[in-house]
Nanobody, 125 residues
Framework: QVQLVESGGGLVQAGGSLRLSCAPS????????MAWFRQALGKEREFVAS????????EYPDSVKGRFTVSRDNAKNTVYLQMNSLKPEDTAVYYC??????????????????WGQGTQVTVSS
């Protein structure tokens, strides 16, 4: 059973950067496509980034493309989300998600069967 633990959230000024980490415990992340979602107060959970279990394919919505970068280090069993040029509208709880051998529909919450508890990111203006 994969348990996902996020870290790296916090308070940052607009234009700043943060790096989130997701370190699954209990099993290797190698066969899992990993993703990041976020949920702002009063809004639905939305897709932020994904990286396939093969490691070569990433996806982002237009809202973060060019600012956020997802990566994985299978040797360290960790997935990262580097967030640059942060905006106040990026404020949300960020969740790590995992799905075994997922090769499509990366942006849908229903594609993932493992979720972390979330880490708060707050961007001040």
């Amino acid at each position: 059973q994969v348990q996902l633990v996020e870290s790296g959230g916090g308070l940052v000024q607009a234009g700043g950067s943060l790096r989130l980490s997701c370190a699954p415990s209990g099993r290797s992340i190698n066969p899992y496509t990993m993703a990041w979602f976020r949920q702002a107060l009063g809004k639905e959970r939305e897709f932020v980034a994904s990286i396939t279990w093969r490691g070569g394919h990433t996806e982002y919505p237009d809202s973060v493309k060019g600012r956020f970068t997802v990566s994985r280090d299978n040797a360290k069993n960790t997935v990262y989300l580097q967030m640059n040029s942060l905006k106040p509208e990026d404020t949300a709880v960020y969740y790590c998600a995992a799905a075994p051998f997922l090769d499509s529909n990366y942006a849908y919450t229903t594609s993932y069967n493992r979720w972390g508890q979330g880490t708060q990111v707050t961007v001040s203006s």
